[in-house]
């Protein structure tokens, strides 16, 4: 007997949550096989088995929580026993033959051959024997009649408000550390905001013109994110405080580019890191986006895919948000806001005319970046966006 324990999943995580066991006792199960599932404060995963064996007993139930190291279910080693084989028997004889009228009665009574004595010709069955057949079975027991099961008891509600219910559900790990984060986020930075608007014309039409090839060529929609995520990366490139940390009171410059995407899961708000973004293409971030996305509905993202952003994008355009204040992810001292696109009417060389636009909001540490670094940053995404071929240019 084996003990199934709780690995390491994470720096800096030492607790998890027993989600849903994929395997009940005494089942068996093949080597790598998911058994059951760890939710922790980043992400939910699945722990494969060790070894092919069965599930012996189930130490933690869905819902309690493990430390790291501590275990949480006895396994055995081996395969399940095969089931007994039976004993090799003497050929049953072939059911007798019946006529066909004899098969139609037997058919829509429910009766087997072997059930009725034939007093045919070689032991044939007769219509006769099967109606002597039905005839000497005993009538059937009427089922005894049981008590109606009760309602299940619910607590009463005020007579005169029965509408006013409250639900209590517990606060799940990802829960307590999303709140957890935030509440840092506004108790340890010197946190300010600035907007900017986007016209979002130009990269609508470049979409518009290129966006089938595209998915045909590289099997994924060409998105607003790999526009906004190499806009990001050019102008952190040309404003560094904004891709920095303060670590032991000191400034950490980060010379590569590891950009947050803030996607909704199923318990809430994520933000997976698209590793060393100014190495890849338009198509490559959309891939690995769109994988973020699914794995996140699915639960299934990897903690260490969680960490170590040195900046932050997030849309809450997806869901509608025409504008906001978006709240940064410590230790980073950036993250930019995309929202959704309006047409509005705006004013170009004199005349008003009608664009879709787009606010930017850029939240930022003020312990770091100035007001004149955060203008210029915004600015020059905005440049970027407006403009989508310097973002091949580089220019």
């Not at 049981?146 to 309602?151: F, R």
């Not at 705006?346 to 850029?362: F, H, K, S």
């Amino acid at each position: 007997m084996q003990e199934l324990k709780v690995p390491s999943v994470g720096e800096s995580i030492v607790e998890v949550e027993i989600g849903a066991w994929l395997k009940g006792e005494g089942e068996a199960f093949q080597a790598d096989e998911p058994l059951v599932e760890l939710i922790t404060d980043k992400a939910t995963l699945e722990l494969p088995a060790p070894f092919a064996g069965t599930l012996k007993k189930i130490l933690k139930a869905q819902g309690e929580t493990a430390r790291v190291g501590e275990a949480i279910a006895l396994l055995e080693e081996g395969a399940a026993q095969a089931e007994a084989r039976p004993e090799p028997q003497v050929p049953a004889q072939e059911p007798p033959l019946a006529m066909p009228a004899a098969e139609r009665v037997m058919r829509e009574a429910g009766v087997s051959p072997e059930e009725v004595v034939g007093t045919g010709l070689g032991g044939r069955i007769l219509k006769e024997d099967v109606e002597r057949h039905l005839q000497s079975r005993p009538a059937p027991t009427p089922p005894p009649r049981q008590a109606p099961t009760p309602p299940p008891v619910q607590a009463p509600a005020p007579a005169d408000k029965p509408w006013r219910v409250d639900e209590v559900v517990p606060m799940t790990p990802l829960r307590r550390r999303i709140a957890e984060r935030l509440l840092q986020a506004r108790q340890t930075t010197a946190m300010l905001t600035t907007f900017n608007e986007a016209d979002m014309s130009a990269v609508i039409a470049l979409r518009r013109e290129l966006g089938e090839a595209f998915q045909k060529k590289h099997g994924v929609k060409l998105g607003f994110m790999s526009f906004f995520v190499k806009a990001v990366v050019q102008a952190l490139k040309e404003i560094p405080e904004l891709n920095a940390e303060i670590r032991d009171g000191t400034i950490v410059y980060h010379r590569y580019y590891d950009i947050g995407i803030a996607v909704g899961g199923g318990e809430g708000l994520v933000v997976p890191v698209l590793r060393d973004a100014d190495r890849l293409s338009f198509a490559e971030i959309e891939r690995q986006i769109a994988d973020f996305a699914e794995r996140a509905r699915a639960r299934k993202l990897k903690p260490e895919e969680l960490m170590g952003g040195t900046f932050t994008i997030t849309n809450g355009g997806i869901y509608g948000s025409l504008n906001s204040t978006p709240l940064l992810n410590p230790p980073q001292v950036g993250i930019l806001g995309m929202h959704a696109i309006q047409e509005r009417p705006v004013a170009r060389e004199g005349q008003v005319v009608i664009r879709p636009m787009m606010y930017l909001a850029l939240s930022y540490d003020h312990r770091i970046v100035d007001g004149r670094e955060a203008v210029t940053f915004l600015r020059r995404v905005k440049e970027l966006i407006e403009n989508p071929t310097r973002l091949l240019l580089e220019v």
